[in-house]
């Protein structure tokens, strides 16, 4: 009995720790996509976006991520290609990408490479409130950072590289 008490125990404890430990999203839009053929549904980074993807892997150096999520675009992952990342998992469903994120990552440090239509999206779906009312085509160089404890999220927001609205 007095084992099964210390299990227990121990148990709830580190359902608790696990619980009330913070989890930090990454997220950012893909760089800049080569504009060149208007057909090409799949482009690969300009070069612009190349040296952009540069920019956010000096800007995030010192993060060590566990894992990253890219839509099956070559443009959001040619954005990761720059950070050193153990693995990159396609997603296309929102809800579910937030789902796992909470689920299986818990107190670890995850990077979303997102299109403009769907990066504050994923914020909501964190449990964030969107920091901007909407990102536009041209908006490249803003990344968010969520913090994200049990029901509650945090959003920070920045800029990275050169700003594209010069």
Same mark, same amino acid.
Do not use: C
């Given at each position: 009995?007095k084992?099964?008490?210390?299990?227990?125990s121990?148990?709830?404890?580190?359902a608790?720790?696990?619980?009330?430990?913070t989890?930090?999203?990454? !997220? !950012?839009?893909?760089?800049?996509?080569?504009?060149?053929?208007?057909?090409?549904?799949?482009?690969?980074?300009?070069?612009?976006?190349?040296?952009?993807?540069a920019?956010?892997?000096?800007?995030?150096?010192?993060?060590k991520?566990?894992?990253?999520?890219?839509?099956?675009?070559?443009?959001?992952?040619?954005?990761?290609?720059?950070?050193v990342?153990?693995?990159? !998992?396609?997603?296309?469903?929102?809800?579910?990408l937030?789902?796992?994120?909470?689920?299986?990552?818990?107190?670890?440090?995850?990077?979303?490479?997102g299109?403009?239509?769907?990066?504050?999206e994923?914020i909501?779906?964190?449990?964030?409130k969107?920091?901007?009312?909407?990102?536009?085509?041209?908006?490249?160089?803003? !990344?968010?950072?969520?913090?994200?404890?049990?029901?509650?999220?945090?959003?920070?927001?920045?800029?990275?590289?050169?700003?594209?609205?010069?």
């Amino acid at each position: 009995m007095k084992k099964l008490f210390v299990f227990l125990s121990l148990t709830l404890l580190f359902a608790n720790i696990i619980s009330a430990q913070t989890t930090t999203v990454w !997220i !950012i839009r893909h760089a800049e996509k080569d504009k060149s053929n208007p057909q090409d549904t799949n482009p690969n980074l300009s070069d612009e976006g190349k040296i952009r993807a540069a920019d956010l892997a000096k800007y995030l150096k010192k993060v060590k991520f566990d894992v990253a999520f890219a839509t099956p675009t070559k443009r959001t992952h040619q954005t990761l290609d720059s950070l050193v990342i153990p693995k990159v !998992i396609d997603y296309k469903d929102i809800k579910s990408l937030a789902d796992s994120i909470k689920t299986n990552y818990v107190g670890k440090t995850v990077i979303i490479a997102g299109h403009s239509n769907t990066v504050l999206e994923i914020i909501e779906a964190l449990g964030g409130k969107r920091p901007k009312e909407e990102l536009t085509d041209d908006d490249y160089d803003y !990344i968010f950072e969520v913090s994200v404890k049990e029901d509650k999220a945090k959003v920070k927001m920045d800029q990275y590289g050169r700003p594209h609205h010069l």
